[in-house]
């Protein structure tokens, strides 16, 4: 529901990263989306789209990868991937996988990180 | 010639939140001011709550009324004589950090002991945004349906303290209370969970109990 925001956010990143390296064009963009992020990824793609046009990154291919959730856990000390129930990327119970414990600290799983691009750029040693 | 590259970045748009929401509990603690986001559906009672709450609790209360238009709500609060400041989220779905920091700044947190953060009605997105509150209050009601809590796990594991209210009107709307309870407490077994009717004035008292303890507690 706030996917719009987020999208802004990546592109705004995305764009001053390109800047800085002067890419000439964006081929591909990376995201790691946290399996715990209240992001669909599907609108965060579309919403990419949109506002994307007339841009660096009219046409970079969008990948997004899951980010798995870990925990500490309260009671035992497990650190490490969590159990998850719910395989619907929004109805996620974290548990931990030893104990069964629900009182868990969560370490990953929250991040929405933009994490590379491939540019074209000019190639100056050629 | 052109050549391709590849550029890491690295840029966790979350952290930047949560780094503002870290400051905005420095700037309170300074001014030791104790606060409290106030998260909930659309009608579940969050308004009327605070505006309980400020009638009575012992303690200098302030509000941040956060809301798509937030006019409506700053104005009830204003009606109880306490410093209020709006904040407006327009399109968005939710206060992030960064809107609570301008609002700090707008009130007068010397005159402050205790400050309520009213979040957006939703269940869904408030839980992406930390805002740097030292305890989150998630309010529901039955007229929600009693699958209410099921159907948003994440903003229940994260919450300090759940209040139920209009419990008087459960068996009207056909909710079972004991279902919500017991799904509060499948997925966050230590939580306090109140059951309340703001409106005949039922489990209020336990809501000031609970706060002033987390108040003690810091």
């Known amino acids: 529901m706030h996917e719009l925001s987020m999208a802004q956010a990546i592109v705004d990143t995305v764009l001053d990263a390109a800047k800085k390296n002067d890419a000439q064009e964006i081929l591909e963009v990376t995201v790691e989306v946290g399996k715990l992020t209240m992001l669909n990824p599907e609108q965060l793609k579309f919403l990419m789209d949109i506002i994307t046009e007339d841009t660096l990154l009219e046409n970079a291919e969008l990948i997004i990868e899951e980010i798995a959730v870990e925990i500490k856990c309260s009671s035992c000390d497990f650190k490490g991937k969590a159990s998850t129930e719910g395989s619907d990327h929004y109805l996620t119970i974290v548990k931990c996988p030893e104990c069964g414990e629900r009182n868990v600290e969560i370490t990953k799983g929250r991040e929405c990180n933009v994490k590379n691009i491939r540019i074209e750029k000019v190639d100056e040693d050629a | ?218």
Do not use: W
Not at chain 2, 58 to 71: H, L, N, T
Not at chain 2, 149 to 161: G, R, S, T, W
């Open chain 2, 1 to 218: 010639m052109h050549k391709i590259a590849d550029v890491e970045i690295q840029h966790d748009i979350m952290v930047a939140n949560r780094k503002l929401a870290r400051q905005n509990q420095r700037i309170m603690d300074q001014k030791e001011v104790f606060s409290v986001d106030v998260l909930g559906a659309i009608g579940s009672g969050k308004t009327s709550l605070i505006e309980k709450l400020i009638d009575h609790m012992d303690q200098k209360i302030g509000v941040i009324a956060g809301d798509v238009i937030s006019k409506y709500d700053a104005g009830r609060f204003e009606s109880h004589n306490v410093p209020v400041v709006g904040l407006n989220t327009g399109k968005e779905c939710h206060l992030d950090a960064h809107l609570v920091e301008h609002a700090l700044h707008d009130l007068p947190l010397e005159e402050i002991d205790l400050l309520f953060i009213e979040n957006v009605g939703n269940l869904i997105c408030p839980v992406d945004f930390d805002l740097g509150s030292h305890l989150r209050m998630v309010v529901i009601s039955v007229s929600e349906g009693d699958d209410t809590v099921e159907k948003h796990p994440l903003i229940f594991q994260d919450a300090d303290l759940v209040v139920i209210n209009k419990v008087d009107i459960a068996d009207a709307v056909g909710a079972s209370v004991e279902k919500m309870v017991d799904d509060v407490k499948q997925l966050n077994p230590d939580v306090q969970v109140i059951l309340s009717s703001l409106k005949l004035g039922k489990g209020l008292d336990e809501i000031i109990t609970a706060i002033e303890s987390y108040i003690g507690k810091k």
